[in-house]
């Protein structure tokens, strides 16, 4: 099965990135601009977001979010809600981030298509009922970007960079997919997802209770 990917996000990282460790201070990451003009598309995938289990506090910080001077003043994602994604990377350090989350066959299917600014959200979570094979491509996605998939167990199962492909031939662009079945997907701006933990050996899951139409934290 492919899933078949056009505009997930049209947005460039420019300037300074997350701080190196999660547990650091809060990220300083520099407003994304467009890079090129972006043709509509979709992802399509046909099932339900798995259930999430909270966990008990682990004493991790309040979500990480953008700071606010890294808004800019793009096209922002509509319609669709926030979720806290709890990483715990291969030292078992934790880290709790703010996702865009996408977790119905709609929301997959639009993505971050048409968007040059992910707001107060690091990336955005595409999550399935049911594991899947389902592989990406980047059509008319004109930055670069980098995915990781996770099991249902919530363990990493592959992760790589995107390379854009703008053409009106989908047939053309290239295909990413996990190196096993997999009911999460994150991606980030090309590079970042070390910033946050995300590395072989981290485990991540979606912690329930946080779905929010904004990014919620403590402070």
């Known amino acids: 099965m492919i899933v078949r990917r056009a505009l997930m996000i049209g947005v460039a990282l420019v300037g300074t990135s997350l701080s190196a460790a999660c547990s650091a201070s809060d990220p300083?990451?520099?407003?994304?601009?467009?890079?090129?003009p972006s043709t509509p598309g979709s992802?399509?995938?046909?099932?339900?977001?798995?259930d999430t289990t909270d966990v008990a506090a682990t004493g991790s910080k309040d979500p990480i979010t953008r700071s606010p001077d890294a808004v800019?003043?793009?096209v922002q994602p509509e319609g669709i809600t926030?979720?806290?994604?709890?990483?715990?990377a291969a030292d078992g350090e934790k880290c709790d981030v703010c996702m865009w989350l996408a977790d119905s066959a709609d929301e997959r299917s639009t993505g971050l298509m048409g968007v040059t600014d992910l707001g107060g959200p690091v990336g955005m979570a595409f999550s399935w009922d049911a594991p899947t094979a389902g592989q990406f491509f980047m059509l008319n996605t004109p930055t670069p970007l980098s995915i990781a998939w996770f099991a249902e167990s919530g363990e990493h199962v592959g992760q790589t960079d995107m390379t854009p492909c703008i053409t009106d031939d989908s047939s053309t662009c290239a295909r990413y997919g996990a190196d096993a079945a997999y009911t999460l997907a994150i991606e980030m701006f090309e590079?970042?997802?070390?910033?946050?933990?995300?590395?072989?050996?981290?485990?991540?899951?979606?912690?329930?209770?946080?779905?929010?139409?904004?990014?919620v934290t403590d402070g």
């Open 28 to 36: 300083d990451l520099a407003a994304p601009s467009l890079t090129s």
């Open 43 to 50: 992802v399509s995938m046909a099932t339900d977001r798995p």
């Open 72 to 74: 800019g003043a793009g």
């Open 82 to 88: 926030t979720v806290t994604a709890r990483i715990t």
């Open 191 to 215: 590079g970042q997802l070390g910033t946050v933990g995300i590395a072989p050996g981290a485990r991540v899951e979606l912690l329930a209770g946080t779905e929010s139409p904004t990014c």
